[in-house]
């Protein structure tokens, strides 16, 4: 029997995004949601409202579980209305273990 190589388990590659999401999208717990959302999908990062009325959206994980964000995003909670989402597919600078609504 000829040796084999161990076969090495494949570690997802960690990603990460930049989103911001456009609509009625502040005032209607879109930053709450999110956070749940991205937690349970085990993604890092952080969400935020921006002074013009949209919502900043960073995460990182591996990409299966980004882009099942990125779906949502563009949907968001019951109350919100995602008018667009533009999305910037980023190296990662800093590693974020948890998900966190910012100020």
Known sequence: MPD??????SVPE???FE????????????RHHTRSR???LGLGGYVR???DGTVQV???GDEQALRKMLSWLHRG????????????????QEPMDDFKVRI
């Open 38 to 40: 991205a937690r349970a």
């Open 14 to 16: 960690i990603r990460q």
């Open 49 to 51: 409202n921006l002074p």
């Open 77 to 92: 909670p019951m109350m919100a209305n995602v008018r667009d989402v533009d999305v910037t597919w980023q190296n990662i």
């Open 4 to 9: 084999e190589a161990p076969k090495q388990a």
């Open 58 to 60: 960073v995460a990182q």
């Open 19 to 30: 989103a911001t999401v456009r609509g009625r999208v502040q005032g209607v717990n879109f």
